[in-house]
């Protein structure tokens, strides 16, 4: 059975790429997942305030509490010395991920990664806006403008990992496009504080996806499959191979694990893979490009259960 893909203009194996997490941070674990049928992985992402300069102590007392240089998992120089030894241990595509929300001096960090050898960039942006004075449009904007500093400054293809908190997100995506992007990420995952009511605080809290997660992509996969040019990647809520299945039928390229990893281990992909060949096989389809996309906005025989008609029509279905 054929499972290779095309990925930002790389060719990957299988459709299965290892999202941006701690999961490569042991060369070892990422050949593992390699043999187990990964297509490629993302590195941890490299945070823009770790190359930013700091504002003076009297300025930030007010300003958010980012943590120390010494906290981060990996320093600049660290970062690039990983990634060189990532490339020596995989032969499959290893891309560096850039988390950041505005322009800056730490999207030149780009061209380093570039020389150390990444495959590709996956430009990961997470901005949580709390001044009223700062519109919509502004910070979209300032994400064009980033898109388009990491693309001038490398050769290899960039990925743009956005939320699903936008007012327009199809708009968003074509100008993402337009800016230098070669493919869109749907969607970030947001961690949110959780309150603690003994203490009285705001705590932060991880929490591993599931598979609920994953129709909030499905829909803008198919929305966005039809009109974007370049590659569309499905990030949360992958647990099995149906939901890979789906995701590509929307029109996804690739899937990103995470969260199924980090609760299976790395032999989950072989039952991913298995999974994905076994529905393939009772088809007598030969590669994913022969389903991708038949379900999305275009191709769909029901093109509005994507739109507002279906929450119409579940509302009034639904017996409480």
Same mark, same amino acid.
């Given at each position: ?35 187990? *049928?990964? *297509? ?15 504002? %003076?102590?009297?300025?930030?007392? #007010? ?40 322009? *800056? ?87 949110? %504080? ?17 598979? #609920? ?37 929307? *029109? ?69």
């Amino acid at each position: 059975m054929n499972l290779t893909t095309s990925y930002l203009g790389l060719r990957l194996r299988s459709p299965f790429v290892v999202g941006a997490s701690p999961l490569c941070d042991d060369p070892h674990q990422a050949r593992q997942l390699e043999d187990a *049928g990964a *297509g490629a992985v993302v590195m941890r992402s490299f945070f823009e305030e770790q190359l930013e300069p700091r504002p %003076p102590p009297a300025a930030s007392d #007010a300003a958010p509490a980012f943590p120390e240089y010494a906290d981060y998992q990996l320093s600049p120089a660290g970062y690039l010395r990983h990634l060189e030894n990532l490339k020596e241990t995989l032969t499959i595509p290893v891309i560096a991920s850039l988390n950041g929300h505005q322009p *800056g001096v730490w999207t030149e960090f780009a061209r380093l990664l570039e020389q150390a050898g990444a495959d590709a960039i996956e430009l990961n942006f997470y901005q949580v806006v709390t001044d009223p004075a700062i519109a919509a449009d502004q910070v979209e904007t300032a994400m064009l403008a980033t898109v388009g500093e990491v693309a001038a400054a490398v050769r290899i293809p960039l990925a743009v990992k956005i939320s699903p908190f936008h007012s327009s997100i199809a708009q968003l995506a074509v100008a993402l496009e337009l800016a230098g992007a070669d493919g869109i990420v749907v969607f970030n995952r947001f961690f949110q %504080p959780d309150i603690d009511i003994e203490d009285l605080v705001a705590r932060p809290v991880l929490q591993l996806s599931d598979s #609920a997660e994953l129709l909030l992509r499905l829909r803008w996969l198919a929305i966005l499959s039809p009109q974007l040019r370049g590659s569309l990647a499905a990030s949360g809520g992958i647990h099995g191979s149906a939901d890979a299945i789906k995701a590509v039928l929307a *029109g996804a390229d690739v899937v990103q694990l995470v969260s199924v990893l980090l609760r299976h281990g790395p032999h989950v992909l072989t039952t991913l893979r298995r999974g994905l060949e076994l529905w393939m096989q009772q088809r007598g389809l030969t590669e994913p490009g022969e389903f991708r996309g038949r379900l999305n906005l275009a191709r769909c025989p029901d093109p509005g259960a994507y739109e507002r008609a279906n929450y119409i029509r579940v509302l009034h279905s639904r017996r409480f």
